[in-house]
Nanobody, 127 residues
Framework: QVQLVESGGGLVQAGGSLRLSCAASGRTISTYAMGWFRQAPGKEREHVAA????????YYADSVKGRFTISRDNAKNTVYLQMNSLKPEDTAVYYC????????????????????WGQGTQVTVSS
């Protein structure tokens, strides 16, 4: 089982940037796709970004495409989410999770295909 700990959240003004980190322990993440999801109050958890095991493919929600960048460092067992041009609607708790070794873009966007989850980190964007 992989344990995941997210960090890097906080309060930022609209237009600002944050970099989230997801540190894994217990097992290497090199055989997992990794995903970032978010959940705002009263809303369902939604896909934000995913990256396959070797970083060859990345997948983004339309709402963050061009503003967010997912990356991974398997040597450090860590996944990152660089968030630029933040908007108030990006306010949510952000979670990272381990996903399948192989899968389609649709697979990588579905949270039910992801197994181990972190506790989340709060991102608040003020207008």
């Amino acid at each position: 089982q992989v344990q995941l700990v997210e960090s890097g959240g906080g309060l930022v003004q609209a237009g600002g940037s944050l970099r989230l980190s997801c540190a894994a322990s217990g097992r290497t993440i090199s055989t997992y796709a990794m995903g970032w999801f978010r959940q705002a109050p009263g809303k369902e958890r939604e896909h934000v970004a995913a990256i396959n095991f070797n970083a060859y493919n990345t997948y983004y929600a339309d709402s963050v495409k061009g503003r967010f960048t997912i990356s991974r460092d398997n040597a450090k067992n860590t996944v990152y989410l660089q968030m630029n041009s933040l908007k108030p609607e990006d306010t949510a708790v952000y979670y990272c999770a381990t996903g399948p070794l192989f899968g389609t873009a649709a697979t990588m966007r579905q949270f039910s295909n992801f197994d181990s989850w972190g506790q989340g980190t709060q991102v608040t964007v003020s207008s």
